[in-house]
């Protein structure tokens, strides 16, 4: 053997125990270590991939349930929307419909109105008539002195003022633009 | 080593560079067994202690394990799972069955290159009769799972190529040169990392060395030296560090190739 100890074969003492301790070694790491070391390991890798997959099922769920928020919310507004045209829409032909009732309300009162005073002032035109006539007679056999008679009267004035609102009817009734102008023309007459 | 370079001799100056290696053979313990030499040596010793670190760190680290790791499980599940996915299995998935063994092997002979790196202590793993055991070891190993995985026949005929031209003479041939390329492998195995960790010893102890010269009869070298000695001789020894974890890799690597080559051999 090499006395320097650098080429040292065979070196008997070395060479023994190496493969005593290494047997040893091998041994005691293969049935000892390495076990526990490869369960923990694994079991942690199992653990982790089950996080994974729970995380990805959880991620998944979440993402419907966001579409499925999504689509309600999409759903709502649109049903919303409806409503606000519908009511729109329905608050417009409510409008429209006050509104032509309320005109129809106002033509009726005008036409009313409008009668009555036609009415009114048939009315008094007789009255005023029938009074002319009275003073007319009155004045009138004042003046002469002697009692007409009266029924005689009453046909010569009745006459002669249909004469006179003949005459004016043939004469007036050409300007006349509304029915509303030719009744003050005529009151202002009267 | 008190005394100056111009007072040694050569044969002084070799005995303190290769110093290690001559007191590694110091016998603590007189054993014999069946006449064969068994003595308890200083590099048994060293042997001894780098075994038991070697267990002592995996061991510990495995009976601590813990749901949320420290940085030690760390290391020692970055061991492991290093010798599942990085040794186990590079050929085929029934290669990983081997990295227990590949993996003990690389941890072992890292403990051994680092704890040889220790002041005073012995580098086991620059004795050839170390290496050359543990690549042995490998060619057996990768014998026997030869023979086990493709049969004796199948894989002794599987040393020769098929289709070989003049079979008469190519196939006996052949034969020849693939077992001497075979029988290379733990003989290269075993040289590489001896020649590894010793060089690198002997480079370290030579540039220490050359600090002898300091304050010698040549004035020049004698300043220079101490600038030269002390950092070269760090910078290799931060270099042996990095070769410790290398060669540890290698010899770990190729023993698991060896094997499964041997497993898939019928394959290729």
């Known amino acids: ?190 | 080593m008190s005394t100056m370079l111009a007072q040694m001799n050569s044969e002084e100056l070799r005995s303190e560079i290769i110093h290690t290696w001559e007191v590694g053979q110091d016998v603590y313990l007189e054993l014999s067994l069946f006449g064969i030499d068994i003595s308890i040596t200083k590099a048994v010793i060293f042997l001894w202690i780098g075994a038991a670190i070697t267990f002592l760190i995996m061991f510990v680290g495995s009976r601590m394990l813990k749901n949320r790791p420290g940085a030690y499980q760390v290391i020692v599940e970055e061991l492991y799972g290093f010798g599942r996915n990085s040794l186990g299995g590079l050929m085929g998935e029934e290669g990983k069955k081997w990295f227990p063994y590949t993996l003990t092997l690389f941890i072992f002979i890292l403990v051994l290159n680092l704890i040889g790196l220790v002041p005073n202590s012995f580098p086991v793993t620059s004795s050839i009769s170390f290496t050359l055991v543990l690549a042995l070891l490998t060619f057996v190993l990768a014998q026997y799972q030869g023979i086990r995985s493709n049969g004796v026949g199948t894989y002794v005929a599987a040393f020769v190529p098929p289709n070989m031209p003049a079979k008469p003479i190519m196939v006996p041939f052949m034969f020849v040169i693939e077992w001497i390329s075979e029988l290379s492998k733990p003989l290269t195995l075993a040289m590489r990392l001896y020649a590894n960790i010793l060089a690198g010893h002997l480079l370290i102890f030579i540039f220490l060395s050359f600090i002898l010269y300091a304050g010698g009869t040549n004035t020049a070298i004698g300043l220079a030296m101490p600038f030269l000695s002390v950092p070269m001789g760090l910078a290799l020894y931060g270099f042996e560090v990095f070769v410790a974890v290398l060669q540890a890799y290698i010899f770990a690597i190729l023993t698991q190739i060896y094997i499964e080559l041997s497993m898939y051999k019928a394959e290729h």
């Open chain 1, 1 to 190: 053997m090499d006395p320097t100890g650098i080429f040292d074969i065979p070196n008997t003492s070395l060479i023994f125990w190496e493969v005593v301790t290494f047997a040893i070694l091998l041994f005691l790491l293969i049935r000892y270590v390495y076990p526990p070391i490869r369960d923990m390991i694994n079991n942690r890798q199992a653990r982790i991939e089950e996080a994974i997959d729970e995380a990805q099922k959880t991620r998944t769920e979440a993402k419907e349930l966001l579409d499925e928020y999504r689509r309600q919310l999409d759903e709502a507004r649109g049903e919303s929307r409806r409503i606000l045209d519908e009511s729109r829409k329905q608050a417009e032909a409510q409008r429209t419909r006050t509104k032509e009732e309320a005109r129809e309300e106002g033509d009726r009162i005008i036409q009313r109105a409008r009668e009555e005073i036609d009415r009114e002032r048939e009315s008094t035109i007789r009255e005023i008539r029938g009074e002319v006539a009275d003073m007319v007679v009155t004045a009138s056999s004042r003046v002469i002195n002697q009692k007409l008679d009266r029924g005689e009267h009453d046909r010569l004035i009745q006459e002669s003022l249909d004469n006179l609102e003949a005459s004016q009817r043939n004469g007036g009734n050409g300007g006349n633009g509304g029915s509303r102008a030719g009744s003050e023309t005529e009151s202002g007459r009267v």
